[in-house]
């Protein structure tokens, strides 16, 4: 079986030869352009290539412009975008220009290749589906259950990236790490007890985990500040709902999830922000937020005082239905047993653990960096 082949782009030949010994040692075939417009020539002269690599900052045609003509032209070869640039926006720029990834410079040996292998396997999913579709009438019946498992894994894909978007969100407000994930484990169990539909509570849980997304572009000044924050800067901190709802409302997928995100601030009673919401006006994913957050903040610890028992937060919870929450949520909320959060907590305690071991294990394991 031949090795795929990457088309490595990168204006910096030292970048080049380091990403291309890394994918050649792994055994991809590679070759390299030195520039974007190095590479529309090799991509037109007729070489196929399964993924492209390409640097986001370069001289004459930077990388999102050779993206936007590489999706219109070769539309199922998956573009990774690499960038020394530390801002979300940036990356979701990219993301919402089509790429499939991206990595932050400087990155490990196993990210590039984990990254590749998302990819190369999207691309993979993506032609099988085109030729199940080719020939559909006759493959209907038999290739529904296989159309449906593509479209799941193609959305595995995505949740990866924001899970990633995620974690990064912790490491800037690393006040509440481990929030996003619990929060949403919250939500999605008081959800389910609802007894509402898997899609559904799916679109909710992408929606909690990305709540507060838009602080990525909140200044570290206000949202890191030890003190009380004032008049002016509480303006701007609330400014995280809109902002957050701008960034995802575009991507297809999460579409409905911006509107949680849009909302999570909002009470029941209407007092809440950024639009003054009330009552059934707020998506019923962010009423059921709404209890999950509280829940979570009040038995998590803080700088100012000690984690609280659940009986506290179930107390807090229940004093404020109908005017804070929606009194509906509160009520199945209260019949849900207090393990279940326990158990939860020790859960994603536990994989935060995991993860930080695991880190730490490839770090050492694979020191080289670009």
């Known amino acids: 079986m031949n090795a795929e082949r990457i088309l490595v782009v990168d204006d910096e030949d030292s970048i080049r030869e380091i990403v291309s010994s890394m994918l050649t040692a792994s055994g991809y075939q590679c070759r390299q352009a030195n520039s974007g417009v190095e590479a529309l020539k090799i991509l037109n002269s007729g070489e196929e290539f399964a993924l492209m690599l390409s640097d986001l900052m370069m001289r004459d045609l930077d990388g999102i412009g050779l993206l936007e003509q590489t999706k219109i032209k070769f539309p199922e070869m998956p573009v990774i975008m690499v960038t020394a640039v530390h801002d979300i926006s940036v990356a979701l720029a990219a993301i919402r220009n089509g790429a499939y990834d991206y990595l932050l410079k400087p ?7 984990a990254a590749v292998r998302r990819a190369l396997e999207t691309r993979r999913l993506k032609v099988e589906n085109r030729a199940y579709q080719s020939n559909l009438e006759s493959l209907v019946a038999a290739r529904t259950e296989q159309l449906r498992q593509t479209m799941n894994d193609l959305e595995r894909s995505y949740d990866i990236t924001l899970e990633a978007l995620g974690d990064a969100l912790d490491l800037k407000d690393s006040e509440t790490e481990g929030h996003s994930k619990r929060v949403t484990a919250f939500t999605i169990a008081i959800a389910r007890a609802m007894g509402l539909s898997g899609e559904r509570i799916r679109v909710i849980a992408r929606g909690a985990f990305l709540h507060d997304i838009g602080k990525m572009a909140i200044p570290d000044a206000i949202l890191r500040k030890p003190g009380p924050l004032t008049e002016e800067e509480r303006a701007i901190m ?53 209890v999950a957050d509280t829940l979570d903040a009040i ?12 009986s506290a937060a179930r107390d807090e919870i229940v004093r404020f239905g109908g005017s804070q929450f929606d009194p509906a949520v509160v009520q199945v909320f209260t ?9 939860l907590r020790k859960e994603i305690d536990a994989q935060l653990i995991r993860f930080s071991a695991t880190h730490s294990k490839s770090k050492a394991a694979a020191p080289s960096m670009v």
Do not use: N
């Open 107 to 113: 990155f490990e040996r196993e990210q590039l290749l």
């Open 238 to 290: 609330r400014e995280h709902c809109y902002r957050g709802y701008q960034m995802l409302r575009k991507i297809p997928f999460l579409t409905e999830a911006s509107e949680i995100v849009y909302s999570h601030q909002e009470k029941f009673d209407g007092t809440g922000y950024p639009r003054q919401l009330k009552g059934e006006e707020i998506p019923l994913g962010a009423r059921i937020f709404a």
């Open 299 to 310: 038995t998590s610890d803080r700088p100012y005082r000690a984690a609280q028992p659940i």
């Open 335 to 343: 019949t849900m047993p207090e393990t279940i959060w326990e158990d």
